[in-house]
C-alpha cells in the first residue's frame, strides 16, 4: 500500500524548507543512530513496508530538510501527514530519540510553509470550526439524533449514496457515536462535594476537572461516572463552565498559535480555583496538557504559570492510583476485560500500570491485554478523518485483535479510540461487544450495577 498524499500542493516558495522559528533540532535528529528497532511498532511501516514512512526515515528526511538538501515538498508532507503521532516508536528506541518532539516540530513547520490543496484546507478547517466548540457539537448532535432516528443512514446505504460520498465524509459519517440528547445536553456540575464517611468528614483533594470538548457532549457519562468515583474517594471535584478546548487537537494538528492560544485561556480558567490536582479523563488532551510548559515556553508571562498548571495534571486512573487504596467499596463484576492501551496515556504519557490496576480493585474483574497491545488503533486525533484508508486498515486489525482475546467487553480512556474501535467492532459484525472508559466500570462496581 502507498500512503496518499493529502496535503499535495505547492511549496511556499517552490524551494522551501524549514523556516526559523522552532525548527526540528538537529542534535535530537543525531541521537537516531538508524537500528530499526522502531520499525515494527510503527502503524504505517507495519501497513506499507516503506523505509520513509517509518520512524527513521521520516528523521532521515527531516535531516536532509534541514540541512538544505531537500525541500520540503508533496513526498516528504506526505510522509508526515501519513505519522499517526502514537508515539510507540519512543517507547520502542533503545537510543532514546525524542521521536516526539521532533514530528511536534515538523508538523506547525508543514502548516506554514506548505500549501495544501483547497478541498484539504476546507476539510480540516471544518473539523477545527466544530470539535473544539461543545455549543456547536450540541448543536451537531441534535441534527445526529435526527438522522439515527429517522435511519437516513439506511436510506443513504440502501441508495448508494454513501459509497459515492469522498473517503473522508464517509469515515466522518461512519464515526458517528450513537447519540443520546438527554445526555449530550446536560452540563458537568460546577463544584461537586466529596461524599462524607464516617472515618473522613473533609475532602482529600480538592480536583480541577477538564471536561474536554467531544467528551462532555458525546462521552457525558465518562464525566458524571469521573465525578462519581471521586467524590466516593474523598475529592471535591471543581469543573469550571467557562472553560474552553485544551488546544491539543490543534497542537497535535500543527495549528501552534491555537493551541497556545487555547492553552492560556485554560489556565487562566483554572489557576484562580487553586485545586489540588487537575484530572483528565481524555488520554489525548491529558498529553497535552502535560506539556503546557514546553507549548508555551517562549512566552514570559506564561512559561512559569504553565510549568506549574502541567506538573499538577494527572490522568484519573492515575489520580486514583496515587490516593493509594480505594476508600469506597467495590462490589464484584464478574467479567473479563480487554484493555486497550491509549497511545497517548501509554506512549506519550508513560501511564500503562495504573490502569490496569486500579481496574483490578474491582473483585471478580479478569483484565486482559489484547494482542500487538503496543499498535495504535488508528484514531490518534483526527487521523482516521484525514487518513482514512490507513485509518479504515489499523482499525481492522485492532478488533481483529479484540476479538481474539474474547473479551466480554473492551475499556480504553480516550474517547477517538472509543468510537474507532466501536465502529470497526460493529463493521465486523459484532457490534454488541461494549466498548467503555476504565472509569464507568469503577463507578458501576462502586454503585452495585451493571456495566453495560
Same mark, same amino acid.
Given at each position: 500500500?502507498?500512503?496518499?498524499?493529502?496535503?499535495?500542493?505547492?511549496?511556499?516558495?517552490?524551494?522551501?524548507?524549514?523556516?526559523?522559528?522552532?525548527?526540528?533540532?538537529? $542534535?535530537?535528529?543525531?541521537?537516531?543512530?538508524?537500528?530499526? %528497532?522502531?520499525?515494527?511498532?510503527?502503524?504505517?511501516?507495519?501497513?506499507?513496508? $516503506?523505509?520513509?514512512?517509518?520512524? &527513521?526515515?521520516?528523521?532521515?528526511?527531516?535531516? *536532509?530538510?534541514?540541512?538544505?538538501?531537500?525541500?520540503?515538498?508533496?513526498?516528504?508532507?506526505?510522509?508526515?501527514?501519513?505519522?499517526?503521532?502514537?508515539?510507540?516508536?519512543?517507547?520502542?528506541?533503545?537510543?532514546?530519540?525524542?521521536?516526539?518532539?521532533?514530528?511536534?516540530?515538523?508538523?506547525?513547520?508543514?502548516? &506554514?510553509?506548505?500549501? !495544501?490543496?483547497?478541498?484539504?484546507?476546507? %476539510?480540516?478547517?471544518?473539523?477545527? !470550526? /466544530?470539535? +473544539?466548540?461543545?455549543?456547536?457539537?450540541?448543536?451537531?448532535?441534535?441534527?445526529?439524533?435526527?438522522?439515527?432516528?429517522?435511519?437516513?443512514?439506511?436510506?443513504?446505504?440502501?441508495?448508494?449514496?454513501?459509497?459515492?460520498?469522498?473517503? #473522508?465524509?464517509?469515515?466522518? $459519517?461512519?464515526?458517528?457515536?450513537? @447519540?443520546?440528547? #438527554?445526555?449530550?445536553?446536560? !452540563?458537568?456540575?460546577?463544584?461537586?462535594?466529596?461524599?462524607?464517611?464516617?472515618?473522613?468528614?473533609?475532602?482529600?483533594?480538592?480536583?480541577?476537572?477538564?471536561?474536554?470538548?467531544?467528551?462532555?457532549? %458525546?462521552?457525558?457519562?465518562?464525566?458524571?461516572?469521573?465525578?462519581?468515583?471521586?467524590?466516593? =474517594?474523598?475529592?471535591?471535584?471543581?469543573?469550571? #463552565?467557562?472553560?474552553?478546548?485544551?488546544?491539543?487537537?490543534?497542537?497535535?494538528?500543527?495549528?501552534? $498559535? =491555537?493551541?497556545?492560544?487555547?492553552?492560556?485561556?485554560?489556565?487562566?480558567? %483554572? =489557576?484562580?480555583?487553586?485545586?489540588?490536582?487537575?484530572? @483528565?479523563?481524555?488520554?489525548?488532551?491529558?498529553?497535552? /496538557?502535560?506539556?503546557?510548559?514546553? *507549548? *508555551?515556553?517562549?512566552?514570559?508571562?506564561?512559561?512559569?504559570?504553565?510549568?506549574?498548571?502541567?506538573?499538577?495534571? #494527572?490522568?484519573?486512573? =492515575? /489520580?486514583?492510583?496515587?490516593?493509594?487504596?480505594?476508600?469506597?467499596?467495590?462490589?464484584?463484576?464478574?467479567?473479563? *476485560?480487554?484493555?486497550?492501551?491509549?497511545?497517548?496515556?501509554?506512549?506519550?504519557?508513560?501511564?500503562?500500570?495504573?490502569?490496569?490496576?486500579?481496574?483490578?480493585?474491582?473483585?471478580?474483574?479478569?483484565?486482559?491485554?489484547? +494482542?500487538?497491545?503496543?499498535?495504535?488503533?488508528?484514531?490518534?486525533?483526527?487521523?482516521?478523518?484525514?487518513? +482514512?484508508?490507513?485509518?479504515?486498515?489499523?482499525?481492522?486489525?485492532?478488533?481483529?485483535?479484540? /476479538?481474539?482475546?474474547?473479551?466480554?467487553?473492551?475499556?480504553?480512556?480516550?474517547?477517538?479510540?472509543?468510537?474507532?474501535?466501536?465502529?470497526?467492532?460493529?463493521?465486523?459484525?459484532?457490534?454488541?461487544?461494549?466498548?467503555?472508559?476504565?472509569?464507568?466500570?469503577?463507578?458501576?462496581?462502586? !454503585?452495585?450495577?451493571?456495566?453495560?
Amino acid at each position: 500500500m502507498t500512503m496518499p498524499h493529502p496535503g499535495e500542493g505547492s511549496a511556499v516558495p517552490p524551494d522551501a524548507g524549514f523556516d526559523a522559528h522552532h525548527p526540528p533540532s538537529p $542534535e535530537l535528529v543525531s541521537d537516531c543512530v538508524h537500528c530499526g %528497532f522502531c520499525l515494527p511498532a510503527c502503524p504505517t511501516y507495519a501497513l506499507t513496508g $516503506e523505509e520513509m514512512n517509518s520512524p &527513521r526515515g521520516r528523521i532521515y528526511q527531516i535531516k *536532509l530538510i534541514n540541512e538544505g538538501e531537500a525541500p520540503l515538498d508533496a513526498a516528504a508532507v506526505g510522509h508526515f501527514d501519513a505519522c499517526l503521532g502514537c508515539m510507540a516508536c519512543v517507547s520502542a528506541c533503545p537510543s532514546g530519540v525524542q521521536y516526539d518532539r521532533l514530528i511536534e516540530s515538523v508538523r506547525p513547520q508543514v502548516e &506554514r510553509n506548505w500549501a !495544501r490543496t483547497r478541498s484539504d484546507r476546507a %476539510f480540516r478547517e471544518l473539523i477545527f !470550526r /466544530l470539535f +473544539p466548540y461543545p455549543r456547536r457539537l450540541r448543536v451537531a448532535a441534535v441534527f445526529g439524533a435526527l438522522y439515527q432516528r429517522l435511519r437516513v443512514r439506511n436510506l443513504l446505504a440502501r441508495t448508494g449514496v454513501l459509497r459515492r460520498l469522498p473517503p #473522508r465524509m464517509q469515515a466522518l $459519517e461512519a464515526l458517528m457515536p450513537d @447519540v443520546r440528547l #438527554r445526555t449530550a445536553l446536560r !452540563r458537568t456540575p460546577g463544584r461537586t462535594a466529596a461524599r462524607p464517611t464516617a472515618e473522613r468528614r473533609t475532602a482529600r483533594q480538592t480536583v480541577g476537572m477538564v471536561t474536554g470538548c467531544v467528551q462532555q457532549v %458525546f462521552f457525558a457519562e465518562v464525566n458524571e461516572a469521573t465525578v462519581r468515583v471521586l467524590t466516593a =474517594e474523598g475529592c471535591d471535584v471543581v469543573a469550571p #463552565r467557562a472553560q474552553g478546548c485544551c488546544g491539543a487537537l490543534s497542537e497535535h494538528a500543527g495549528r501552534e $498559535e =491555537e493551541a497556545t492560544d487555547r492553552a492560556r485561556q485554560l489556565i487562566d480558567t %483554572f =489557576e484562580p480555583l487553586d485545586v489540588d490536582t487537575i484530572v @483528565v479523563n481524555v488520554a489525548g488532551c491529558g498529553s497535552s /496538557l502535560k506539556e503546557y510548559g514546553r *507549548l *508555551l515556553a517562549d512566552d514570559p508571562n506564561y512559561r512559569e504559570r504553565a510549568a506549574a498548571f502541567a506538573a499538577k495534571v #494527572r490522568d484519573v486512573t =492515575e /489520580l486514583l492510583a496515587e490516593l493509594g487504596p480505594p476508600q469506597a467499596a467495590r462490589h464484584p463484576v464478574s467479567a473479563r *476485560l480487554a484493555y486497550h492501551d491509549a497511545c497517548h496515556l501509554a506512549h506519550a504519557q508513560g501511564v500503562r500500570d495504573q490502569p490496569r490496576a486500579v481496574l483490578r480493585t474491582v473483585p471478580e474483574l479478569e483484565v486482559t491485554d489484547i +494482542p500487538e497491545a503496543d499498535m495504535c488503533c488508528g484514531s490518534a486525533g483526527i487521523y482516521n478523518l484525514v487518513q +482514512p484508508e490507513a485509518a479504515d486498515q489499523l482499525g481492522r486489525r485492532k478488533a481483529d485483535n479484540i /476479538l481474539a482475546a474474547a473479551p466480554d467487553a473492551v475499556v480504553t480512556a480516550n474517547p477517538g479510540c472509543l468510537l474507532q474501535i466501536t465502529r470497526h467492532l460493529g463493521s465486523d459484525g459484532d457490534g454488541k461487544l461494549p466498548v467503555l472508559h476504565p472509569v464507568q466500570i469503577i463507578d458501576a462496581a462502586i !454503585r452495585g450495577v451493571r456495566p453495560w
